[in-house]
C-alpha cells in the first residue's frame, strides 16, 4: 500500500495551482444554482428550458466544469431570479500576502455574497474498515 | 449544514495519485470535495448531481469531465458525516462488473458497521 502525504497536503497542492481562483469561482457560480433550483422548486431541465440552454451543459456548470462566459452566467442566473455580482476579495495564498498591492492585483472573485457561507473548513478524518474493501 | 468527510487511507491515496495523474485538472476534484462539503452534501445531491445515490444507501461523488470516483455512505443516517471508503477511475461510461463489485463491498461494510474513526 502505497503512502499518502495526508488531505492537508492534496488542498496546498490544489489551491496552488494556476486554475485555483476559477474552479473556486466555477464552484460558486454552481452553489448558486443549485440553492435557486431547489429553493424554487426547479428541476435542470427546466432551467435549461427557461434560459435556452441544453441539459447537458446546465449540469457541467451544476457540476463546476463549464468555463462558461459571464454572459452565459447571467443568462442562467437570471433565469432563477437572481443577478450576480462580482465581489473582489485578496487573494489568501501565502505568496500574496505581503504583495502591497494584494487587492488590486491579486483579486478573487464570488457571485452574490447572499449566498456564501458561514466560514470554517470541515474536518476531513480519517477511518479504517475491519472488511477488505478489495484487492488493490 | 456542513457535512463532515471521514476518509480510508485508499480514498487519500487515490486522491493523491489523480491529482498527480491529472495534470491538466489538477487538484479540480479535492477543491469540488471541500466545497461540497463546506457547503453540506445535500446541497449537491440529485439524479443529475455530483453526489449521485448508488444503491443500498451507498452514494458515489463524482463529475462530468472525467470518471474519478468517491464511494461511501452517511454516517449517521444524516448529512452530518459522509463515510468515504473508497475511489477509483472509472474504466468507461457504464460501470463494470468489477465497480460493482467495489460498490457492493462498500455496501456490506455499511451494513455491517464494519468501520471505524481514527480521531487524530
Redesign the interface.
Known amino acids: 500500500m502505497n503512502e499518502h502525504r495526508g488531505i492537508l497536503h492534496l488542498v496546498q497542492d490544489a489551491d496552488a495551482q494556476p486554475d485555483a481562483a476559477g474552479i473556486d469561482l466555477r464552484l460558486d457560480l454552481a452553489h448558486a444554482i443549485v440553492r435557486r433550483l431547489d429553493a424554487l422548486g426547479w428541476s435542470q431541465n427546466e432551467l435549461a428550458q427557461r434560459c435556452g440552454l441544453k441539459p447537458s451543459f446546465i449540469s457541467r456548470l451544476i457540476h463546476s466544469d463549464s468555463n462558461c462566459s459571464f454572459s452565459t452566467a447571467a443568462r442562467v442566473l437570471s433565469a432563477l431570479g437572481v443577478r450576480p455580482r462580482l465581489t473582489i476579495v485578496p487573494d489568501p495564498t501565502p505568496d500574496h500576502q505581503s504583495h502591497p498591492l494584494q487587492e488590486a492585483t491579486h483579486a478573487q472573485t464570488s457571485f452574490e455574497e447572499t449566498f456564501s457561507e458561514p466560514a470554517g473548513r470541515p474536518a476531513f478524518g480519517p477511518l479504517q474498515t475491519s472488511r477488505p474493501l478489495g484487492a488493490e | 449544514m456542513?457535512?463532515?468527510?471521514?476518509?480510508?487511507?485508499?480514498v487519500?491515496?487515490q486522491?493523491?495519485?489523480y491529482?498527480t495523474k491529472k495534470e491538466t485538472h489538477?487538484?479540480?476534484f479535492?477543491?469540488?470535495l471541500?466545497?461540497y462539503?463546506?457547503?453540506g452534501f445535500a446541497?449537491?445531491q440529485g439524479a443529475?448531481?455530483?453526489i449521485r445515490h448508488e444503491w443500498d444507501q451507498v452514494f458515489r461523488i463524482g463529475?462530468?469531465?472525467n470518471l474519478f470516483r468517491v464511494i461511501g455512505f452517511y454516517g449517521a443516517g444524516n448529512h452530518a458525516e459522509f463515510?468515504a471508503?473508497?475511489a477509483y477511475l472509472k474504466s468507461g461510461t457504464k460501470l463494470s462488473a468489477a465497480e460493482r463489485?467495489?460498490i457492493d463491498?462498500?455496501s456490506?461494510?455499511r451494513a455491517?458497521g464494519?468501520?471505524?474513526?481514527?480521531?487524530?
Open positions: 456542513a457535512t463532515v468527510i471521514w476518509g480510508s487511507q485508499r487519500l491515496e486522491l493523491e495519485w491529482q489538477r487538484g479540480q479535492v477543491k469540488k471541500l466545497r462539503a463546506e457547503t446541497q449537491w443529475d448531481r455530483p463529475d462530468t469531465s463515510i471508503l473508497d463489485e467495489r463491498r462498500v456490506d461494510v455491517k464494519a468501520w471505524r474513526k481514527v480521531e487524530q
